[in-house]
Nanobody
Framework: QVQLVQSGGGLVQAGGSLRLSCVSS????????MGWYRQAPGKQRDMVAT???????NYADSVKGRFAISSDNAKNTVYLQMNSLEPADTGAYFC?????????????WGQGTQVTVSS
């Protein structure tokens, strides 16, 4: 069972920056992908950014140019640097890890961390 522990987040004014961190109990170099997802109250959980084991990144259109996902395999940690934050970025952010288990691909989730951007 993989465990993901998140840190970071909080309250920030519009235009500010925050960095989220996610530490995996497994070796992320063998993961299919790592990512960050956001869920606003009453809405579905949407992809924000992902990074594959090969380092390929993908971003939601709404965060391109403002957010950056990165990983440190030696620390089994993935980061989300969020710059030029907007009130629309407010929500609970969840770290995700996809791994190939014996039964097939499995999604693992962090505990979630709240990001609130005030206008």
């Amino acid at each position: 069972q993989v465990q993901l522990v998140q840190s970071g987040g909080g309250l920030v004014q519009a235009g500010g920056s925050l960095r989220l961190s996610c530490v995996s109990s497994a070796s992320i170099s063998s993961a299919n992908a790592m990512g960050w997802y956001r869920q606003a109250p009453g809405k579905q959980r949407d992809m924000v950014a992902t990074i594959t084991g090969g380092g390929r990144t993908n971003y939601a259109d709404s965060v391109k140019g403002r957010f950056a996902i990165s990983s440190d395999n030696a620390k089994n940690t993935v980061y989300l640097q969020m710059n030029s934050l907007e009130p629309a970025d407010t929500g609970a952010y969840f770290c995700n890890e996809v791994r190939n288990e014996g039964w097939g691909p499995e999604n693992y989730w962090g505990q979630g961390t709240q990001v609130t951007v005030s206008s």
